[in-house]
């Protein structure tokens, strides 16, 4: 079953209204990747967290990492249309040797 | 991603009938994915390979099979497609090292099966 699971499937947002989307793991991650897909495009790196607790910030993203390392989250603060898309979290469930687990993404669509 | 190429881009078949969809890299990486999108249902694993001798599956890999031809070839066949395995299809690849790795996706292939 799926290791990686990702909350809402889906939001609507009016324009400048903040977004979040959370990613939890049933087993501890070694890290945390965030990818972005444009409606027709394909899944483009974003980011990537190690550290337990880490928080990083892009511009009007902040991504954290739990104290855990089981569960992340995005924040956009004040959307904007160029944030329209899905975001997926994914993760290497163990520290060697394991491929890279992806959640089942949320639509994010912004109401201008 | 520029480096990762997916031939072809849209695809049209009938039932029954064997296809092959293409992935090459220039990134020199290792590591090769094979995806499978569908309307909300995320991204799910076909088949993924680490070095060129190694093929493993992924949560997905009935009606599918892989060949990987070089470090930098990874190609995807349908032996006898069907309808419900119309969907957009990602190559993607990666560099394993320390524990992380990053994916880089093609394009993506669009596959409509009659």
């Known amino acids: 079953g799926q290791q990686v699971m990702q909350i809402p499937q889906y939001q609507h947002v009016q324009e400048g209204e903040d977004f979040t989307t959370y990613c939890n793991s049933s087993?501890?991650?070694?890290?945390i990747q965030w990818y972005k897909q444009r409606p027709g495009g394909h899944p483009v790196f974003l980011i990537q967290?190690?550290?337990?607790?880490e928080v990083k910030k892009q511009k009007r993203l902040t991504f954290q990492f739990g104290e855990a390392k089981k569960n992340s989250s995005l924040h956009i603060t004040a959307t904007q249309t160029t944030d329209v898309g899905t975001y997926f979290c994914?993760?290497?469930?163990?520290?060697?040797?394991?491929?890279?687990?992806f959640g089942a993404g949320t639509i994010l669509r912004v109401k201008s | 991603d520029a480096d990762v190429t997916q031939t072809p881009r849209n695809r049209i078949t009938k039932t029954g009938k064997r296809i092959m969809l293409e992935c090459s890299q220039t990134?020199?990486?290792?590591?090769m994915y094979w995806y499978r999108q569908d309307p909300g249902l995320g991204l799910r694993l076909i088949y993924y390979?680490?070095?060129?001798?190694?093929?493993n599956k992924g949560e997905i890999s009935d009606g599918y099979s892989v060949s990987r031809q070089a470090q930098a070839k990874f190609s995807l066949s349908l032996e006898s497609a069907i309808p419900n395995q119309t969907a957009l299809y990602f190559c993607?690849?990666?560099?394993?090292?320390?524990?992380?790795?990053?994916?880089?996706f093609g394009p993506g292939t669009r596959l409509l099966v009659l």
């Open positions: 993607a690849t990666s560099d394993f090292y320390r524990g992380t790795e990053t994916q880089y």
């Open positions: 087993t501890t991650l070694s890290n």
């Open positions: 967290l190690v550290k337990s607790g």
């Open positions: 994914a993760g290497n469930l163990t520290p060697y040797g394991n491929k890279l687990v």
């Open positions: 990134k020199g990486h290792d590591r």
């Open positions: 390979s680490f070095d060129v001798k190694d093929i």
